[in-house]
C-alpha cells in the first residue's frame, strides 16, 4: 500500500554534502506531514526533521540544525533532506516517514517507513 523509497545516500568525506530524495506513493502526499530519521549502527532511531504539508511549517534536531535543510515537492511526490557540512556523527541509515515527528524516538512499528539509504561520512 504506502510506499516510500529512499535515494541519495553514499560515501563522502567529512564537509562534504549529499542530498538525499524519498518517492512517495499510496497515499496522499501533499496532504501528509513528512519526516526524515536516521539510525546509526550502534545508535537507536532518532528524529532529524519535518516538514508540514505545504512545506511551510519545519522541524529540525539540534545535531542538523544550521547543516540540514528538509523540503518537498507535492508535484513530485517527493521529500527532500539537503545535507551540508556533514560530520562522521551523521552516519547512519537514513529513512523517510508520513508522519510529523513524534515526543521520544521514533518507532517503526507505528508508521510507514522506506526501505532506507546508507549515509556514510568517512575520510
Known amino acids: 500500500q504506502v510506499q516510500l523509497v529512499e535515494s541519495g545516500g553514499g560515501l563522502v568525506q567529512p564537509g562534504g554534502s549529499l542530498r538525499l530524495s524519498c518517492v512517495a506513493s499510496?497515499?496522499?502526499?501533499?496532504?501528509?506531514?513528512m519526516s526524515w530519521a536516521r539510525q546509526a549502527p550502534s545508535k537507536g532511531l532518532e528524529w532529524v526533521a519535518s516538514i508540514g504539508n505545504f512545506g511551510i511549517a519545519t522541524y529540525h534536531a539540534d545535531p542538523v540544525k544550521g547543516r540540514f535543510t528538509i523540503s518537498r515537492d507535492n508535484a513530485k511526490n517527493t521529500l527532500y533532506l539537503q545535507m551540508n557540512r556533514l560530520e562522521p556523527e551523521d552516519t547512519g541509515v537514513y529513512y523517510c516517514?508520513?508522519?510529523?515527528?513524534?515526543?521520544?524516538?521514533?518507532?517503526?512499528?507505528?508508521?510507514?517507513w522506506g526501505q532506507g539509504t546508507q549515509v556514510t561520512v568517512s575520510s
Open positions: 499510496g497515499f496522499s502526499f501533499r496532504d501528509s506531514s
Open positions: 516517514v508520513n508522519v510529523w515527528h513524534k515526543k521520544g524516538a521514533p518507532l517503526r512499528s507505528q508508521d510507514n
